[in-house]
């Protein structure tokens, strides 16, 4: 049985993140969704997405496809409803096509039953409300029945829940607080002195905190990540650096960002009302129901020092923003400028910027990832309202 990881339209709802990736590749907890299915249904996955995205994310079928909604986050009850599906069987939530089972990608052939999801992203600020919980559950994945590493005795540990430390973990003089959830370091991390961390939180492989830095629960720093200063029940995807002082808080960060020193979100409004975010598909502002929503930016965008970002701000893929004052809510891909104005960041210097970037990391930007930037860079060009003026 081959299992497909599929989006569906809601998905266009989780821009910018699904820009560059399929709905399944987002971190949410200590893993993607995709790893979390592999890890509960102990077999590798594949994707069915969005056309340009297939030469990065490929889909591999057979003759027997579970196909699951890449949205969804498994949790005991679903990923067993799921692996009782037989061939011509569905499961659905109200009008979501949970999973289903079939030889072609055909659900409306298939006999639902109907059933009540946990959580199922349907909005980007899901991705850090959902995070704190998920950082549990996947801690339980992970940890259960291991042991692990020993931290030096320069650390200070206290609190009720447990904390786990993959091998390699590098880790001196810092205040680990477990009181309202688990800590996890991932294998070769570090935890520089005099950092204050507070879980659940969730540090990936190979990923950094620097000194003196004070982390807030609910938050993940993804693989090869490297955060300072102050983050707050905030989301990292990986390869992104927000190495300075400054806040981070109810936020989202893809892979390949960069925050420049001093930069600041907000994420409560001066009135304490619900905070409105722009919403790709809708082609507007829509209220999400939170008091407290600051920054989401997409892949390989990057901001300058002392950039300060309203509560409840959107940033597209490739985006470099800079200068002083606000920049506004909605920034879209390939902008270049500030809250003075912005012009095309045209793609010939993004993707030599990108390299660069990659090369310290030791990867390449591959002609499949500069498909998926061109195809963006032309999709949102009725974003970019000063090519027209």
Known sequence: MTIILFDDDATK??????LTRPAAAIRCGILTIAEKWEKHLGQ??????????QGKYPEHSSDDNLYI?????????FTAAVKALQVGESLTDGDTLLAFRYATFNPEL???????TLRII???????????????ADFALLTTGRTSATLSSTNTIF?????????????EAAVFNTNEGPIYLGKNSEVMEGALIRGPFALCESGGVKMGAKIYTGTTIGP????????????IFGYSNKGHDGFLGNSVLGEWCNLGADTNNSNLKNNYEDVKLWNYETGGFERTGLQFCGLFMGDHSKCGINTMFNTGTVVGVSANIFGAGFPRNFVPSFAWGGAQGFETYQTKKAFQTAEKVMERRHMTLEEADKNILLHIFEQETNYRNWEKS
């Open 13 to 18: 709802h989780l821009k910018p993140f699904t």
């Open 44 to 53: 590798s996955t594949t994707y069915r997405c969005a056309d340009y995205l």
């Open 69 to 77: 909604n890449g949205r969804a986050l498994p949790d005991t009850n």
């Open 110 to 116: 298939c006999t639902a039953t109907s059933i009540k």
């Open 122 to 136: 349907s909005r980007i600020h899901n991705i850090f409300t959902f995070n704190h919980a998920e950082i549990e």
């Open 159 to 171: 609190g009720k829940h447990p904390l786990f430390a993959e091998e390699g973990v590098k880790a």
């Open 224 to 235: 090869h990540s490297k955060v300072g200063g102050e983050v707050s029940n905030s989301v």
